[in-house]
T-cell receptor, first 111, second 121 residues
Framework: GENVEQHPSTLSVQEGDSAVIKCTYS??????FPWYKQELGKGPQLIID?????GEKKDQRIAVTLNKTAKHFSLHITETQPEDSAVYFC??????????FGTGTSLTVIP | GAVVSQHPSWVICKSGTSVKIECRSL??????MFWYRQFPKQSLMLMAT?????????EQGVEKDKFLINHASLTLSTLTVTSAHPEDSSFYIC?????????????????FGAGSRLTVL
């Protein structure tokens, strides 16, 4: 199978600072890596994703980087705002279309 | 974009009763839907894969007679928690695979419903 590890489990940053969440995966056949944001009592929402043929992708304050050799990918949030506070999940999708999720990171942005 | 609607968002029931949760794809057809269970402050645990017109595929350790899944149409999958007990209380989330451009399987992304919080008294 696939094993996705996510760190840190909790993260607190001052408003305006950057936040970085890292994930590693075990199966080199995984080819798609989405990041989800989950607010309290709600379902996860896709915020950004990256495919295995790309090393970096950016969308305004959010960016994701992928290192296929090392089998790790990271979420970068710049100029954090209080509304960025949520739980973030990374995931890896295998060619079989099965998704495997990380354990989540609870991000708190302190005003 | 693709929207997955889940209902009810919150349900309280008595022990021993059955509860049905619906998951609908609003503007696309979903041949495959997934059901997850999430405990407080924990990750998503895949319970089963729901395939339209065929039996669901359950993950190891998930009781298929306890968690009945029906995917009778391309836009609706239901999860029924039968003879619910307090230990079944949890947050249940469905998701659907959305095809990318030209329906290429390699471009599939996962869209989640808003979740259903079940409390069994």
């Amino acid at each position: 199978g696939e094993n996705v590890e996510q760190h840190p489990s909790t993260l607190s940053v001052q408003e305006g600072d950057s936040a970085v969440i890292k994930c590693t995966y075990s199966d080199s056949a995984s080819n798609y890596f989405p990041w989800y944001k989950q607010e309290l009592g709600k379902g996860p929402q896709l915020i950004i994703d990256i495919r295995s043929n790309v090393g970096e992708k950016k969308d305004q304050r959010i960016a994701v980087t992928l290192n296929k050799t090392a089998k790790h990918f990271s979420l970068h949030i710049t100029e954090t705002q209080p509304e960025d506070s949520a739980v973030y999940f990374c995931a890896a999708r295998k060619v079989s279309n099965q998704f495997y999720f990380g354990t989540g990171t609870s991000l708190t942005v302190i005003p | 974009g693709a929207v997955v609607s889940q209902h009810p968002s919150w349900v309280i029931c008595k022990s021993g009763t059955s509860v049905k949760i619906e998951c609908r794809s609003l503007d696309f057809q979903a041949t495959t839907m997934f059901w997850y269970r999430q405990f407080p402050k924990q990750s998503l645990m895949l319970m089963a894969t729901s395939n339209e017109g065929s039996k669901a595929t359950y993950e190891q350790g998930v009781e298929k007679d306890k968690f009945l899944i029906n995917h009778a149409s391309l836009t609706l999958s239901t999860l029924t928690v039968t003879s619910a007990h307090p230990e079944d209380s949890s947050f249940y989330i469905c998701s659907a695979r959305v095809n990318g451009p030209s329906g290429r399987s390699g471009a599939n992304v996962l869209t989640f419903g808003a979740g259903s919080r079940l409390t069994v008294l």
